[in-house]
């Protein structure tokens, strides 16, 4: 070989390397979206939140969305999304992995509240702008996490849920003397359970609790908890099941006759409101864990939304869908606000932001402008004479009246009677 | 007394499903010394080719007494066309090597059905409630349970029942004794066992798919629930002895009873109650109530 052309094979060889070890290109900002791509919460969950993703991130790049949100890109730059499953053993490691490797310019995800008290401090650590777009339990933002920098939760926690089912079981009349529960045995249905059982002892003097059922999370199986749930014979039937379990229980839980003989109130009922239409009796109470599905109000937003996604899948968005919009849409609105879409412009502009989502206004107004809050809704389940599911006596309450205000902890909220609490 | 009877039924119903989830397992592994991980797999499958062979059915509004026959078709199709692939293809060239070895190979085969099962049928929830609705129910002291969850017991027995039958009146149930005893003797008598190896994999692999099929119309048929099964099949042929058939029902009665106690009396212990009761066990039986006792060869 001459000098020549080693010289020009040395020059070739730099100038590749060097095109490698750049930056991407300035329009251009990965996003690491982590949901569940496979296990049990593939389904109800992940898949139709990387769907929402999908969607929503084209239109975003293309400048297709509606008012406000018809400018293209993130302040300009065009999102280029990783996907990453969230049913991982080294959650944290994949984490770094968006972060060290792969140079995201911020994560968003995670569906799991395990998962994201597992992720909420790495972000921290790593410094790296982190949204969390569904995770319930109120631990992150008062137990784990109590500072934030660097994290963000653009959903409500699981607090507004289990307060307003307590809220919508009186004010819908329902007698709630005896009082069970049937939660997953995590942080999510502890949580659930903690706060649903500390508002009815606020809202109800006389509820009793006659048991409190603690399955693990894909169990399947409830036919011991029905059976414990049936010899106490509650009025109240509270439940935060998720999907495959929520479905199970109300197969299993619908044949043995629980749903005729208590009231049932499932949080997270509404994935399966249209799927098992025909086996959640009518009178079960629903919530979709915000306005989200069949709960949202009606907007141009929601519109788009709702036809986009049923062209785009062949099916109607569900709550975990309309989360996904809600946090990608939190982050464009702060980016445009920012005129940037660098991590720390980004943060800046998010903390505190305020922005309208396919379910209504959102306010990143606890956790020192960091966590989320919204209004939120429940109804009644019944089903139509052609054989679908719907929602009546929907009742929806302001997010100052089943959120607690800023610095105070959720449970202690409760237990002080909801002391702020603003409702209509 | 309520409490006390409804343990005792729970106990039995949870007990029969382990029992049918679970028994596969342990045939194999007494037959041939393989801790097949890959029974999730056949779980997984019968549950999903029964929900959605049901699902169809159903479409067509036909009288929900044939979906009970579709229940045991797919999950022999779902157990002898996997097992097959899976022993011809893959663990007949792997006889006889170290058993962590075909732990190994059999979670590699595990996770590849995991994702056979996701690119068949995807990652959306099957439901096939209706045989499950269809028997009514049963009221014991005013609890109402299924009929399905009867209808479970009774196939748990009859395939129990079956089962020990085999083994013990029949030339080949005897000559798969032989096996179970000593390979290298039954060899050396002139059995065949590699085809009783294939045999033996089939019939275990389709019932970890009856396991599954039977479950479906109880259940929302999911992505991963043959990871949860395995672990608790894991817990009952442990506590019975493994390779044992009557350890298995009796592993199974352990297990469900335990279960059901916590739930009805202590409900937050209900998980801690099942490994308490397998640690308790092993503390005193290491290699679990009914493990065959192995000569020592020299």
């Known amino acids: 070989m001459g000098i020549k052309t080693r010289i020009l094979t040395t020059t070739a060889t730099l100038a590749a390397s060097a095109a490698l070890c750049l930056p991407a290109a300035a329009d251009e900002v990965k996003i690491g979206v982590v949901t569940f791509l496979s296990g049990g919460a593939a389904g109800p969950f992940g898949v139709p939140a990387r769907n929402a993703a999908e969607l929503v991130i084209e239109a975003i790049n293309d400048g297709s969305l509606p008012a406000p949100y018809n400018s293209a890109g993130l302040a300009g730059d065009t999102i280029a999304p990783i996907y990453v499953d969230e049913n991982s053993k080294q959650k944290n490691a994949d984490f770094q992995k968006l972060v060290e490797k792969d140079g995201v310019e911020l994560v968003l995800g995670y569906i799991s509240s395990s998962s994201c008290k597992a992720i909420a401090p790495e972000a921290e650590k790593l410094k790296k702008l982190t949204v969390l777009f569904d995770c319930g339990t109120p631990q992150i933002f008062e137990e784990i996490v109590t500072e934030p920098k660097y994290t963000f939760r653009t959903a409500a926690t699981a607090t507004m849920d289990n307060v307003a089912a307590a809220r919508y079981l009186m004010d819908t009349g329902a007698t709630s003397d005896r009082v069970a529960g049937i939660n997953q045995n995590y942080a999510w249905g502890q949580d659930s359970w903690r706060d649903f059982s500390a508002s009815m002892a606020q809202l109800a003097s006389k509820a009793e609790i006659v048991t409190e059922q603690y399955p693990k999370v894909y169990a399947g199986q409830y036919g011991s908890e029905i059976s ?128 309208e989502g396919p379910s209504g206004k959102v306010s990143m107004a606890l956790a020192g402008g960091h966590q989320a809050i919204q209004d939120t809704a429940y109804g009644t389940f019944k089903l139509t004479e052609d054989g679908k599911g719907s929602l009546v006596d929907i009742i929806r309450y302001d997010a100052t009246c089943v959120n607690p205000p800023e610095g105070k902890i959720s449970i202690e909220w409760i237990n002080a009677g909801f002391d702020g609490a603003s409702c209509n | 007394m309520l409490t006390a009877v409804a343990i005792a039924v729970d106990g039995l119903g949870f007990a029969a499903w382990l029992f049918l989830s679970s028994v596969g397992l342990t045939l194999i592994y007494g037959v041939m010394r393989i801790l097949n991980i890959a029974h999730g797999g056949f779980y997984a499958l019968g549950a999903y080719a029964s929900a959605w062979a049901i699902g169809l059915y159903m479409q067509t509004g036909q009288p929900v007494a044939l979906a009970f026959l579709i229940i045991p078709v797919m999950a022999v199709l779902a157990g002898t066309v996997a097992g097959l692939l899976i022993e011809r293809g893959v663990l007949r060239f792997m006889y006889g090597r170290d ?155 352990i297990v469900g009873l335990a279960r059901a106690t916590s739930v009805h009396l202590y409900p937050p212990a209900e998980l801690f109650s099942i490994y308490l009761v397998m640690a308790a066990v092993l503390a005193v039986k290491p290699y679990g109530l009914f493990a065959l006792a192995e000569g020592r060869k020299i």
């Open chain 2, 99 to 253: 058993e962590v070895l075909m732990v190994l190979v059999t979670y590699a085969l595990f996770l590849i059905l995991e994702d056979v099962t996701k690119l068949i049928w995807g990652t959306d929830s099957y439901v096939a409630w209706q045989p499950a609705y269809a028997l009514g129910t049963i009221d014991i002291m005013g609890i109402p349970y299924t009929g399905y969850k009867f209808m479970i017991i009774g196939v748990a027995v009859v395939c129990g029942g079956a089962l020990y039958w085999g083994l013990s009146h029949t030339r080949v149930g005897k000559l798969l004794l032989v096996v179970i005893e000593d390979r290298e003797v039954a060899g050396s008598l002139g059995i065949n066992v590699t085809r009783f190896f294939t045999v033996t994999f089939l019939v275990g692999a389709t019932l970890g798919a009856l396991g599954g099929a039977l479950t479906a119309p109880e259940i929302s048929v999911v992505p991963g629930i043959g990871a949860e099964i395995i672990v608790m099949a894991f817990a009952v042929i442990v506590i019975g002895g493994m390779g044992s058939i009557p350890g298995a029902v009796i592993g199974a009665l």
């Open chain 1, 228 to 355: 414990a749930i049936l010899t106490k014979r509650p009025d109240v039937v509270h439940s935060s099941f998720w999907g495959g379990d929520m479905e199970a229980f109300v197969i299993q839980g619908s044949a043995r006759g629980v749903f005729e003989r208590s009231k049932v109130v499932l949080t997270a009922g509404e994935t399966a409101m249209h799927s098992l239409a025909k086996q959640i009796p009518d009178g079960t109470i629903i919530g979709a864990r915000g306005p989200h599905g069949d709960l949202a109000p009606d907007s141009a937003l929601n519109d788009w939304f709702r036809a986009a996604y049923e062209a785009k899948f062949g099916s109607l968005p569900t709550y975990p869908s309309y989360k996904m919009a809600q946090a990608l849409l939190g982050v464009k609105s702060a980016a445009d606000k920012a005129g940037a879409s660098s991590q720390d412009a980004i943060i800046a502009a998010l903390a505190g932001l305020e922005w």
